[in-house]
């Protein structure tokens, strides 16, 4: 029985997720606003840079690619201090993700060539993190990879950093070099520390197991490392970067299979490899295991028989059994448990007297001198036609989960058993089958071997087929610029998720309301009923855009019917400037209540007069449709005071 070992500490590092955690935060930030790029792959794996295509981030390899009205996120290998310079100058929005382990070698090379040290950097040189490093100190760096390279090192002074992603041993064995030739040295083990525990627990696995699958990209240099080090202590190691790349007939027969991760490695790749190793696992070197399973299951339903289907007549109905006279010395038992029965039904409501019977031959002597028939063997024929002819058809029949085995459950259609294994149980991932003991699912069978007694179950199949179908009914029903009627079902910080008849479609909260919003609660609920008009639509991606405030009129365009000037309204004040006020007269329409507006004397804190948020009436002194502007007075609605108190605070300003 195979079994499969995941390292500890596999798959995305600190500084890996930090990065995607920004960029992904960034891409919802400017949707629809601001183009944004990654300066080279966020990354080194091209699954997690295409999902960030998809949310719009796309990549550029040097900083003139991008223009002043774009954002550009430095990735987590870090960049020189000349990116930053050209960054500055060229005007663009800088957002970094540089990881702040890498961040720390940039300070200490920075501060060594200020104090005018030398210094050098033990890791690849073609590797973007070393390059980075070396932008520091205006790329004077002496950058050694191998033992080789530091016999060629000068006698001197040099402060040492790391590549993060290089293996410990390696570091010790140049750090070991150099000090033989008596170079006086400033040691940084910079090397981070989840690379160290990464490749100290894949080296302990690939010890202990028969083959070594690593995940990573080809371009991932802590993945390749990872490679190389199994390949040290596990004879069959294989880089993979996707689950097409699993030699599945090359671990067929191995009992122990390890997996590592590099640190760009996304977790559901991971769970994606192992899955369908089980998967093949189950199928195909655990056999046995579901052989035995069936048998046990078989041997409580089958007793030993001859196998020859004989008529008879019924001539006795007991609550136990039914007697069968076959035209022979020897009458026929068929016990209750060879029948089906539904419910609470008897065999008293099924059977009586007289009536004609076919039944199958178990055994020839019962031990009490009958013949031991079985009706429900005879049935399983017709139960085998039907799981056959699924098959051929691809229908789908019902099956009930009976019981948990490993690598899935067993499944009963009739009397016809079945094994599911767990990754087709679901369209999503299923780490335990508990929650399905005893459902009865719609089922694909995908595998048959009637002379075992073998049958293979989808319910994923299933699944995956209807959701089909909804998406198909749906946008087959669907235009750009429909008006449909949906409920929200959830949130998200950039909007929300409304079902328009079995499918998602995005509420982006740039499309809820004509105003500004911080998050779609404000103005939505879970289980609301909401009229979207569909936006865009994208059938490839099984992707529909909503929007929310294009059912009703934008307010500029009816303005002329809901206010004039010198019309008197209501609002909230929502920011305050030093040169005035802006009162939201609805969601998408503010005003501008100018600092000498505000009230009948001179303001020079207008925070002293009114706040953020609260509710003040305002004149309507000017609306200028072409610049979308309104200009409005607090201080027309108030009571001009007296003539005496203007004289007085005239005479009060001019002392």
Not at 3 to 28: D, M, W
Not at 190 to 207: D, M
Not at 562 to 590: H, M, N, R, S, W
Request: proline content about 2%; some cysteine; charged content about 30%.
């Amino acid at each position: 029985m195979a079994e499969i070992k995941l390292a500890e500490n596999s798959g995305f590092c600190f500084g890996v997720k930090r990065a995607i955690e920004i960029t992904q935060e960034t891409a919802e930030k400017y949707r629809g606003d601001k183009q944004v790029f990654t300066c080279g792959p966020l990354i080194h794996n091209k699954i997690v840079t295409d999902d960030l295509l998809d949310k719009g981030v796309k990549i550029i390899q040097k900083p003139e690619e991008a223009s002043e009205e774009d954002v550009v996120i430095i990735r987590s290998h870090g960049e020189g201090k000349d990116f930053y310079e050209k960054s500055g100058k060229m005007g663009f929005k800088l957002i970094d993700a540089t990881c702040p382990f890498v961040k720390k070698i940039h300070n200490l090379v920075k501060h060594a060539y200020n104090d005018q040290k030398k210094i050098i950097i033990i890791g690849d040189y073609t590797h973007p993190e070393v390059k980075g490093i070396n932008g520091w100190c205006e790329n004077s760096a002496f950058i050694i990879n191998s033992v080789q390279e530091a016999e060629k090192v000068d006698n001197g002074e040099y402060l040492v950093v790391a590549q993060t992603t290089i293996q410990k041993n390696h570091f010790e064995e140049i750090i070991s070099k150099l000090k033989e030739k008596q170079c006086g040295l400033y040691i940084n083990n910079t090397i981070c520390n989840a690379t160290n525990t990464r490749q100290e627990s894949c080296k302990k696995l690939a010890q202990e197991v028969d083959a070594m699958i690593i995940i990573g990209d080809k371009q991932s240099s802590n993945s390749q490392k990872l490679y190389d080090l199994s390949k040290k202590y596990c004879e069959k190691a294989y880089f993979i970067e996707n689950i097409e790349d699993l030699p599945l007939k090359d671990i067929e027969l191995c009992n122990k299979i390890g997996v590592a991760a590099g640190a760009s490695t996304p977790e559901r790749l991971i769970k994606e490899v192992i899955a369908n190793m089980s998967e093949f696992i189950t199928e195909d070197n655990e056999q046995n295991l579901m052989h035995d399973l069936m048998d046990e299951i078989e041997k409580s339903l089958r007793l030993p028989r001859g196998g020859e289907i004989v008529d008879g007549t019924v001539i006795q109905v007991t609550d136990r059994e039914v007697v069968v006279n076959l035209g022979c010395k020897k009458d026929g038992i068929i016990p209750k448990d060879e029948l089906t029965l539904e419910g609470e039904q008897k065999l008293t409501d099924l059977f009586k007297e007289g009536d004609e019977i076919q039944a199958k031959v178990l055994k020839t002597d019962d031990g009490d001198g009958n013949i031991l028939l079985s009706k429900k063997k005879l049935e399983v024929n017709e139960h085998w036609d039907e799981i056959n002819s699924a098959l051929e058809d691809k229908s789908f029949v019902n099956a009930k989960v009976i019981k948990e085995v490993k690598g899935g459950v067993i499944a009963a259609y009739k009397e016809v058993y079945g094994f599911i294994p767990l990754s087709q149980l679901s369209d999503k991932f299923v780490d335990k089958a508990e929650e399905f003991i005893g459902k009865t699912l719609p089922v694909r069978v995908t595998r048959v071997d009637q002379k075992k007694g073998k049958a293979v179950f989808s319910h994923k199949a299933y699944l995956s087929e209807e959701r089909q179908k909804k998406i198909d009914e749906v946008w087959g029903s669907l235009s750009e610029g429909d008006v449909v009627e949906g409920t929200v079902m959830r949130f998200t910080d950039y909007g929300a998720f409304v079902d328009i008849g079995g499918i998602d479609g995005l509420l982006h909260i740039s499309e809820i309301s004509w105003g500004k919003l911080k998050h779609p609660q404000e103005v939505l609920s879970i289980g609301q009923k909401v009229e979207v008009k569909v936006l865009s639509m994208n059938n490839e991606k099984g992707k529909i855009s909503l929007g929310l405030k294009q059912t009703k009129p934008e307010p500029w365009s009816i303005i002329d019917d809901k206010y004039q000037i010198g019309q008197v309204i209501t609002g909230k004040i929502v920011q305050i400037k030093e040169y005035g006020a802006f009162v939201e007269l609805e969601p998408g329409l503010d005003g501008l209540v100018h600092i000498s507006e505000i009230a009948h004397k001179r303001v020079t804190n207008i925070a002293d007069e009114i706040s953020v948020g609260q509710e003040v009436s305002a004149k309507i002194l000017e609306i200028d449709k072409d610049r979308k502007r309104i200009s409005l007075s607090i201080k027309e609605t108030l009571e001009a005071p007296e003539t005496d108190e203007v004289e007085e605070l005239t005479e009060e300003d001019a002392e």
